[in-house]
């Protein structure tokens, strides 16, 4: 958003069966040793195996191309429990499993005990990264039993791939173990450790709170490029009298495991003071896990994008507009209780997830609400909300707490068909890992030592503070959690790609931005290789508050922001911006063509803002897709229309579903055009997508602001024209 941006209309408030396991039984296993140069392990005689090998892959990380049941996850066979818990595949061919070491190790041996469904021909394979992948032999001739393999070699990830089944059932293995050593490999990394100077941790003793609350904001309240970054972390107690103004890059957040944990009996506040009133620059700040008490009954919350608003329980109001009802642009609240009013006043758009509300006053563009107790019914156009009764999937955002006296990070379960707050019932369910089982990065830390924690089997908390990377952070290992707090910030150098998850169950990326560098980027943010395949519905990956930016504090270039390939990822909430303002901007400065392109089938976006790409904003190719809420703007700065001409068509679509698609659907989506360098330019459409049965849209608008350019449809060929200078939106209603 910009400065510039025309007022808007402004409203005042109107488990499957288990089979009986048999005897196990010793095999006589036939092994064909393939012979492969370079390769990770190869298959040796029994003779040569090492002394005393060490068991390495009981309680790691396990995962498996697929499941019979819940009851037969991947880690059961890496649990230690012999005969009573097992891995179970589905009935057919092929299928894998696979466990995560934690580190390079040198391998000596692979057990593999059998349940009666067997592997008749199989093969083993290792990797460093969890990607790329070398057979290095192939077993045939199995029978059952016990599989017992010498290996000499290295490699953190060892697979087991079934090629043909013994029985008519699926692949079933009572344990899948690994020996080898983790010596000579480096220096082990320390988890857990003191979070740095700018996580401000606070008890409701700490003396001259409110004058350190003051001093962080004076210095961040209009720092909107700059490098400061704080978290603010209240032990469970009550404050009394807090005034908490955030300004940019501040994170303020309770350390209960519940928001009613930690009570504030004052606000936590957002205002426009330092734009004239303006709150459409408002970004990148976040309030979690607190229970408040506002002073006069209701606080004030006037944001624009990357700011979110999660955990919390406003015991009053909530007002959405900076003082003066000025204008504003748009924000996100989740997993949240508001006993009172919402006042939207002049928000022109926000998306409201598994929350409870006393009520919601006034709509101007897209207000969108799924599994919200209390939301207002979907009355599209007028009033302009769209509501879902339930979210479809959700899992929310990991967060530390402490426990006694020890932080950990719980990480919530996933939900379906979610309505309402995952803490109405008390306490939330998950999993909490501790501290120690983190590396805690501070400014300072390199690629190198990142990518060494992530491969020793730790997790990530990066501390505030903004991190150069020469090479690409590589998170290969399944449930790996990556967590920031107070927007830490990951700047790629060189053109490398930021950060990249391996196709693996479960990582939860939340709480970072990553800023593009001056040496474009093919990528900056990449979920999954381009040949992901595996099925993670049971676990997916969630990328939560990961905000994007090509420029704005400096010049930044890259080709595609965020690229999804993995299935099944959920992607809640995030802000992909290419700078319309700031510090190398420009058509070509910071060009960037692609917000977002997903690959991956089954994917959910909660929340999706992308802005102001030279090309397409969003772009999708996988199958079944779903957005609900999505918020563009398109590229401001286009010198003229032959700029944006997309061969014969008037610019690029913001969001558009490839022809390839079958299934795909969107709920409450608007996209807006503001061509203040060339207000002559027209844009064809808004949205594009096929049109085939299961392709479905819902409450679409597009906006011309101050009649600067102009949509000459909604979607495809539909929808009104915008015309005129007076911001009123073209709607369609339902797509086809």
Not at 49 to 66: D, H, I, V, Y
Not at 364 to 371: C, E, I, K, P, R
Not at 636 to 642: G, S
Not at 694 to 715: A, E, P, Q, R, Y
């Amino acid at each position: 958003m910009s400065s510039a941006m025309s007022p808007p209309a402004f409203r005042r408030p109107a488990p499957a069966a288990r089979r009986p396991a048999s005897a196990a039984r010793r095999a006589t296993v036939g092994a064909l040793v393939a012979s492969l140069a370079g390769g990770l392990l190869a298959v040796l005689p029994a003779t040569t195996a090492q002394a005393a090998p060490t068991l390495l892959s009981q309680g790691k990380a396990a995962t498996a191309s697929s499941v019979e049941g819940t009851v037969f996850p991947a880690s059961a066979a890496v649990d230690g429990d012999l005969t009573g818990t097992r891995w179970s595949s589905q009935w057919s061919d092929p299928q894998w499993i696979q466990v995560d070491l934690g580190r390079s190790a040198t391998l000596s041996r692979a057990v593999l005990t059998w349940e009666a469904a067997f592997g008749k021909s199989y093969e083993i394979q290792a990797s460093d990264n969890g990607t790329d992948w070398h057979t290095v032999t192939t077993v045939t001739g199995g029978d059952g039993g016990t599989d017992d393999v010498t290996l000499s070699g290295t490699g953190r990830y060892v697979r087991m791939t079934g090629l043909t089944r013994g029985t008519g059932y699926g692949y079933s293995l009572w344990e899948f173990q690994v020996y080898g050593s983790t010596d000579g490999g480096g220096p082990t990394l320390p988890g857990g450790g003191d979070l740095g100077p700018n996580v401000h941790v606070l008890d409701p003793s700490t003396p001259n709170i409110q004058a350190k609350l003051d001093q962080v904001f004076k210095e961040q309240e209009s720092a909107q490029f700059g490098t400061g970054r704080h978290a603010f972390l209240l032990k469970p107690g009550t404050y009394n009298g807090l005034n908490a103004q955030l300004g940019f890059y501040t994170q303020i957040a309770g350390l209960g495991l519940r928001p009613g944990d930690t009570t504030i009996n004052g606000d936590v506040t957002v205002d426009a003071g330092w734009f004239n009133g303006n709150a459409t620059q408002n970004f990148w700040r976040g309030a979690e896990g607190l229970t408040l008490n506002p002073v006069n009954g209701t606080n004030r919350w006037a944001v624009s994008q990357a700011s979110s608003f999660r955990r919390m329980h406003v015991k009053g109001g909530l007002n959405l507009a900076p003082t003066g009802y000025g204008w504003a642009s748009g924000g996100y609240i989740a997993d949240s209780k508001v006993d009172g009013q919402i006042g939207n006043y002049s928000q022109q758009q926000w998306y409201t997830r598994d929350s409870s509300i006393g009520g919601w006053s006034n709509s101007v563009w897209n207000q969108v609400f799924s599994g919200t107790e209390g939301a207002p019914a979907t009355s599209f156009p007028e009033p302009r909300y769209t509501t879902l009764d339930t979210t479809p999937v959700s899992r929310e955002k990991p967060y530390l707490y402490l426990d006694g006296t020890e932080y950990k990070v719980f990480a919530p379960a996933k939900r379906t068909n979610a309505r309402g707050t995952s803490w109405a019932a008390g306490t939330p369910q998950g999993e909490s890992v501790p501290l120690s089982r983190f590396y805690v990065v501070k400014p300072g830390a390199t690629a190198a030592t990142i990518n060494q924690a992530l491969a020793q089997g730790l997790h990530l908390l990066f501390t505030p503070g903004v991190y150069h990377v020469d090479r690409t952070i590589e998170v290969n290992r399944a449930n790996t959690i990556v967590l920031g707090l107070g927007l830490a910030t990951i700047i790629p150098d060189n053109g490398v790609t930021a950060m990249r998850v391996a196709d693996v169950d479960g990582v939860r990326l939340a709480g970072f931005l990553v800023d593009a560098g001056p040496v474009n980027s093919p990528v900056l943010l990449e979920i999954g290789p381009g040949n992901a395949s595996a099925d993670h519905a049971a676990n997916p990956t969630t990328v939560q508050d990961v905000y994007i930016r090509i420029g704005g504090a400096g010049a930044g270039k890259a080709t595609t922001s965020m690229v999804v390939n993995n299935d099944d990822t959920i992607v809640d909430h995030t802000w992909v911006w290419r700078a319309d303002h700031g510090e190398g901007v420009g058509w070509e400065t910071n060009r960037a063509d692609y917000g977002v392109r997903v690959n991956g089938d089954d994917v959910l976006a909660t929340g999706l803002f992308v802005e102001h790409f030279n090309k397409y904003d969003v772009e999708w190719y996988g199958e079944r897709g779903r957005t609900i809420f999505f918020q563009n703007e398109k590229a401001y700065d286009a010198p003229d229309q032959a700029a944006i001409q997309n061969g014969s068509t008037k610019g690029y679509a913001a969001y558009r579903v490839d022809d390839s698609v079958g299934t795909h659907e969107g709920w409450g989506m608007g996209s807006y055009c503001y061509y203040n360098v060339d207000p002559t330019i027209r844009q064809a459409h808004g949205f594009k997508a096929p049109v085939k049965p299961g392709v479905k849209f819902h409450s679409l608008l597009t906006v011309s602001l101050g009649g600067n350019g102009h949509f000459d449809h909604v979607i495809n060929d539909i929808g009104a024209p915008t015309q005129g200078t007076e911001t009123i939106p073209s709607t369609v209603v339902t797509f086809p």
